[in-house]
């Protein structure tokens, strides 16, 4: 593995993989130069009974800001993100999650996202992460 592990998309993210029957199934658009996705949790996603867990959120966030750093055309990989987690997401409650790119340098890309509820804009949890635009 190491230096020479090639990225590849096989249909079986856990996030948005089309062939994962056990994955997430969200879908990324580009919308007005933001990645915008759309996800409704149940309960095999939870911790806490009603409340989704916050690897559940975190991982959205996280492939968000991915795909916005994948519209450069590139196959980039998380280098570090920070959450912040505002109110729980509650099972069954409708969120958008939304992210961008925010800064472009020769190695890294800097992006943001957030997951707000869908019927309120009621903001859940925000992320920052530099994301590689190479494994190393």
């Known amino acids: 593995m190491g230096n020479n592990l090639r990225l590849q998309d096989d249909g079986f993210c856990f996030v948005c993989g089309k062939n994962n029957p056990s994955g997430l199934g969200l879908v990324f658009n580009n919308i007005n130069g933001k990645v915008v996705s759309e996800f409704t949790p149940s309960k095999i996603y939870q911790g806490y009974k009603g409340i989704t867990h916050g690897g559940i959120v975190s991982t959205i966030l996280d492939e968000a800001m991915i795909y916005a750093a994948v519209e450069d055309g590139i196959w980039p990989v998380t280098a570090e993100i920070t959450v ?11 969120v958008i999650v939304e992210a961008e790119v925010v800064k472009r340098s020769s190695r890294l890309i800097t992006a943001r996202a957030q997951l707000k509820r869908k019927d309120d804009g009621f903001l859940i949890a925000e992320a920052h992460a530099k994301i590689s635009k190479r494994f190393v």
């Open 84 to 94: 912040r987690f505002k109110k729980p997401l509650i099972t069954g409650d409708t």
